[in-house]
């Protein structure tokens, strides 16, 4: 057989999916790779990540003749002795005082499936037909996984068994597994409904037992429960996540040099927060491990703005936040619905299925006890391109008539059209079961304070956003997100690694807050006869003039992208969000603001007491969190 061109081998590992990491799979995947790219060819999807993966190349090599240009002269020893200062700085914040455990159900959907139905213990299955949401351990022996779809996975595995999905059994056993884990941490951090963080120092002091032995005596109780079996990984941060799956437990030793020993073979791609096309990018500065990151440091200084190097430095330490705490509401942004289906341009069909994501909506607004002001129309072309519209309303919305009649006066705008996916997203929340907003108080709000003005960060997903759409900076910069490597209805994380939740599920994932980035960008000191040159132009928002003063219908509406307020129409701010999600502003605007964010921040982390008994600990956000 020959051997595959570097492009052609980019492409086949992109084609792979989002979960190559996860447990049980066979270790040399190149068969099944090639398995996948072979049946995947002449769809359009395979056409889409085929373009993408030509775009992502020259992306690449366009930043390797920059960096090649900056490197033009860079006194090396300065630079490192550079970088080596920030190490030291952030090995002083080190915190070996908590122990957090990872907790991860094993092959969550299947193992339920299971309970109910014995006969398919031992065999390949996988969950959902169309998509499989998740596959059995044997069929991962095949290489059939979560996010793949069902006539690749029957490719793989010719004698594999789909059976439909059941979100509410998911759901009630999710509670009873949570209920179980919350007797070790009340405070325990939902990431998923099969996956959780907790903090059981106090636990531990309280009865007197050692990490292993608490672990060890909670997945016996959840096993016992439940019938499901979960896996565990103890360490002082929220680092040490899949070793031992299924059914098993790790402990990373609470010491500094058996945490660096961890993390310098650990593959990039393991870091959470870091999928296929950053890892693709990595790749290409010859990153691999988190050992080359130290080695190339110089590099990464050089390129800051580009690759994130303070992200990159807390992951090659093995420094992540120890701060476990349950999602609260007002962090909250948004609520959406979405469903897919096979690919149509019938009008009436699509509206049937607008108004059935109306309803789903509408529904979880109510449960979640939510209202929005900004709907979102999204959509993604048969071609899978993924377009999204919005509109800013006077009032807040809830009922399942009013989304439904935004959402077709969005979608008729774009027509024509050929659909395999529609969604509504309600943003610029308001709360209604915040005391504050209900009787006397609510006439003493004053009605016309301005908006206040906010960098949009990963948490605001009101807009879904492929990850070619993001420029390098951002996707890289891994400073803010709200799930913890999970996929979800409405995007995928690239750094997936176990079922997909079920929509009816009310816990939010506990979101995390990537390291500040300096105040001051490292000083890099150059040769007399270097030419390198950093010239930026800084790019504003495009804002529609406005060509009738006196309009009234123009008002204020914050975009749901960088989170400016714009006087215009919802025409205009339709135009404002397409100016927004062009790769050239966002790199841009992720350029800028990091920067902004470290002036206010002052560059230094926050320290708060942490729950374990005369403990205090610093307070960091996880630098490893997705995009």
Known sequence: MAAMSAQEESLTRRLAGQSVNKAGLALDQTEINRVIAEASKGSKFYENERKKDVELTVKIEHL??????????????????TVDRMITEIESTRDLSQTIVHIDCDAFFASVEELYDPSLKGKAFGVSPGVLTTASYEARKYGCRSAMPTFIAKKLCPHLIVVPIHFDRYTEMSRKVFDVLKTRDPNMAAASPDESYLNITEYMHDHNITAEECV??????????????VSAGIAPNKICSDRNKPNGQFLLPFERESIMEFMQDLPIRKIPGIGKVTERLLDGFGIKTCRDIYTHRTMICVMDHELGLKSLLYAHLGIGSNDVQPGRREERKSVGAETTFHGTSNVDKLLEKLEKVAESLAA????????????????????????TRAKSCSRYITAKEDLFEIGKELFFKELPLKLRLIGLRATNLKDLRRSDDKGIKKFFKPEDSPPKKRRRTDSDDCIVI??????????????????????????????????????????????????????VAPVIRVKP?????????????????????????????????????????????????????????????????SLDTNAKRGGG???????GKGKTSAKRANPFAAR
Not at 605 to 611: L, Q, T, W
């Open 605 to 611: 982390s926050r320290s708060a007491s942490m729950r």
């Open 64 to 81: 390797l003749k920059k960096k090649d240009e900056l490197m033009k002269g860079v006194e090396t020893a300065a630079v490192e002795s």
């Open 216 to 229: 060890r005596e909670l997945r016996a109780e959840v096993e016992e429960k439940t019938k499901l079996t």
């Open 466 to 519: 492929s990850d070619e759409e993001v420029s390098t900076a951002q996707t890289l910069n891994m400073e803010a997100s709200t799930s913890s490597n999970k996929p979800n209805f409405f995007g995928s994380d690239d750094g997936a690694d176990d079922d997909l939740p079920p929509p009816t599920f009310s816990a939010k994932p506990y979101s995390y807050t990537g390291p500040p980035r300096p105040s």
């Open 364 to 387: 979880d607004l109510e449960r979640t006890g939510f209202s929005g002001k900004t709907i979102t129309l999204k959509y993604k072309l048969d071609t899978y391109q993924l377009f």
């Open 529 to 593: 006869d270097s030419s390198m040159a950093a010239s930026r132009t800084s790019a504003k928002p495009y804002s529609r003039p406005n060509e009738h003063p006196n309009e009234p219908t123009r008002s204020n509406l914050d975009c749901p992208i960088c989170g400016t307020t714009l006087k215009t129409d919802n025409v205009g701010l339709n135009e404002h969000i397409d100016f927004c999600l062009s790769r050239a502003m966002i790199k841009e605007a992720s350029a800028e603001g």
